[in-house]
């Protein structure tokens, strides 16, 4: 016969597998007392402890339970911190396993079925892990009540479910934690595992703040971190950045998670995990959130709106890098030095969304088999954030040059000076006074006044085309809302997705938002004064390209007329103004230049009515040229519509 091996010579398991070990050789002595004979269940759990503590040992309950006892200070792992954070006894980690073991082997729920029959459950009940504690470990756990006092149950990692007595409850773990404290912490359900990425297209000075911040964040001087910023401003990022430096793993976790489940920050701890929450928070709204139950930093990521009422949290603002590392982001994503520095001047954007449209503009160019170019960036752009934006706004496609733009020469000189200030809106503010330098926006607000087809939503795409932006016409009807406070949330929403992009927004009849406020005390006029103080506010402070659009200037609240940098007029057009847009709308398939000169003069329409009339001519004319009579047809039609007579001067035009 050999030698019996010394018990002292074989290793310690690991504390987790000695822990699910011992709790199986705990059932074996259990079962082998309170059922009647042993069953075909109890050799398939020697064969599961032995898998734990090693084919060579003893599979003695006592012996273990003796051994685990005077080596309970030999812990490791995420179950062994726990342990220690928690100065829980060898009794309390048996149920712990006990619970944590239900949601991972379908032979614990086997045992636990035979156990508590006829009741199948196979959650162990309260009375259950009292009787199991109170055999294998003698003077510990002698009622539901010792149960409910222990600090498992009292921090959250163990719930006692259901109704009726205590004793009748069931015990239960989250498995996901209990996989966690077993070493595999492969997520959590709804929430995302962010590695670390993109540090490169953060700004220079947040890169820099991070090793202050996980010195704070160290030495428990602040709980955690709220960034702000627009969607796609590196918030996301930055968090993931600062997670690296602090030996963590940053994971986004939904509020909504958060709040159902209270050991989520637990689990952060023990799986040594950054948590990442985004309120979504309108105007004026307050979080209050619950952190006394997660023993690491938390970082919340906000947009401009909203506050987190907590202590001890530092508070970082996103914004888009400079224009000298913009366009170094451009150049890697590009490798062209000459669009590198044309787009980083016109487009504030983030790091993470000039990588997106480099991307986006290099597919679309190996597309076409052409170089890349300023127009393949545009469309990139267009398509940046634009399922988001359609859900608020609509956009504009229209692609409008100088050339197809008819105004008058100080109307085209106004334009010229808004998109010269819309180039410069960076930079302009450099060498200028303290005062202007204290206040520095580089947001760029302009109202086009004109009568309904003088072309001021041609001109908002001129402008938007010119600086290679795309245009987003605000849909009122989807922001505005019956629900008071969601109107707000809505308009707040979409400027931030705006300057997230970069886009420019267009408020077409802006007297319906921007109107005069009322002296009125009803509950209506309240709310609207309180909208519009909204809109002069957060307008006033977008980063971004706002055009508004109204008949008179008369209509629009004064109070906002002095936040607007540029009130250009376009005019009803003259005589010169409409023969270029009859020769600029018929184009080669005109009856010729006499006709022309004969409707500049008789024929007073705007830009948006004579777009109608050679509409109706071209499909009146089908593919051949377009006569005189074509177009008499189609002023016909169009002065009808207004309820105005054909001049006598126009009929001739029907016999040429």
């Known amino acids: 016969m050999s030698k019996p091996i010394a018990i002292k010579q074989l290793p310690l398991p690991n504390t987790s ?23 075909s269940l109890l050799p398939l759990l020697r064969g599961e402890a032995a898998q734990f503590l090693g084919p060579e040992a003893p599979l003695s309950w006592p012996y273990w339970r003796d051994r685990v006892t005077t080596d309970w200070t030999q812990q490791d792992g995420a179950l062994g911190r726990l342990i ?128 202050k911040l996980v010195e704070l964040l160290t030495d428990g001087e602040m709980k955690g971190i709220l960034i702000r910023g627009n969607p796609g401003s590196g918030r996301t990022a930055l968090a993931g950045e600062l997670a690296h430096a602090l030996g963590l793993t940053a994971i986004e976790i939904p509020v909504s998670s958060w709040e159902r489940h209270p050991v989520l920050g637990q689990a952060c701890r023990y799986a040594d995990w950054l948590p990442v929450l985004q309120p979504s928070l309108g105007p004026g709204e307050i979080w209050r959130p619950e952190f006394g139950r997660a023993p690491i930093p938390v970082a919340v990521l906000l947009g401009n709106d909203g506050a987190v009422e907590t ?36 487009a504030l954007l983030s790091g993470r969304v000039i990588e997106r449209v480099a991307t986006n503009a290099r597919l679309l ?122 109107s707000e949330k809505n308009l707040s929403a979409l400027l931030d997705l705006a300057a997230a992009n970069d886009v420019v927004l267009l408020f077409d009849e802006a007297d319906s938002l921007f109107g005069h406020r009322t002296g009125g005390k009803e509950t209506g006029e309240r709310y609207a004064n309180m909208l519009t103080n909204f809109l002069l506010s957060r307008i006033e402070h977008h980063p971004g390209i706002v055009l508004l659009t109204s008949n008179s200037r008369e209509r629009i609240d004064t109070a906002f007329t002095r936040r607007i940098d540029f009130i250009i007029e376009l005019p009803l057009p003259g005589y010169q103004e409409r023969l270029a847009l009859w ?10 230049e006499e006709v022309y000169r004969e409707l500049a003069s008789y024929c007073d329409f705007a830009g948006g009515q004579l777009r109608n009339v050679v509409i109706a001519a071209a499909a009146r004319a089908q593919n051949r040229s377009i006569s005189g009579q074509d177009l008499l047809h189609g002023l016909r039609g169009e002065y009808g519509k207004i309820g105005r007579a054909l001049p006598e001067k126009l009929a001739s035009i029907g016999r040429r």
Request: hydrophobic fraction near 40%; charge should be neutral.
């Open 17 to 39: 597998d000695r822990q699910r070990g011992l709790l199986r050789l705990g059932l074996i002595e259990f079962c082998s007392q309170a059922l009647s004979k042993d069953g």
């Open 84 to 211: 220690a954070d928690l100065a829980l006894t060898p009794a309390e980690t048996f149920l712990l396993t006990l619970a944590g073991e239900v949601e991972t082997t379908h032979l614990i729920n086997l045992v636990l079925g035979e156990l508590q029959a006829p009741n199948r459950s196979s959650r162990p009940f309260v009375h259950l892990g009292v009787a199991l504690t109170d055999a294998l470990y003698p003077s510990t756990f002698r009622t539901a009540q010792d149960v409910s006092r222990s600090p498992l149950v009292r921090s959250g990692i163990l719930s006692i479910d259901g109704d009726g007595p205590v004793p009748l409850r069931v015990l239960g773990v989250h498995p996901s934690f209990w996989s966690i404290l077993n070493g595999d912490p492969w997520g959590w359900p709804e929430c995302r595992l962010r590695p670390p990425a993109d540090a490169h297209l953060l700004p220079r000075e947040l890169r820099e703040e991070i090793p």
């Open 583 to 592: 020769r600029s709308h018929l184009g080669d398939r005109g009856p010729g």
């Open 365 to 486: 160019a190996k597309r076409e088999n052409r170089p890349l170019n300023r127009h393949h960036l545009a469309e990139a752009r267009r398509s940046l954030g634009a399922e988001r934006l359609r859900l608020l706004s609509q956009p504009v496609e229209s692609r409008v040059e100088r050339e197809a733009l008819v105004v008058p020469p100080s109307t085209g000189a106004r334009l010229d000076d808004l998109i010269l200030r819309a180039r410069r809106r960076e930079s302009l503010w450099a060498g200028l006074g303290t005062t202007l330098r204290s206040t520095p926006n580089p947001g760029v607000r302009a109202l086009f006044v004109g009568e309904s087809g003088t072309g001021k939503t041609l001109a908002a795409s001129y402008v938007a085309t010119t600086m290679g932006a795309p245009l987003y016409r605000v849909d009122l009807s989807a922001v505005m809302n019956k629900y008071i406070g969601e």
């Open 311 to 346: 202590d001890d949290f530092l508070e970082l603002v996103t914004d888009v890098p400079n224009e000298a590392q913009r366009i170094q982001l451009w150049k890697q994503s590009l490798d062209d030095s000459a669009l590198a520095a044309e787009v980083a001047a016109s």
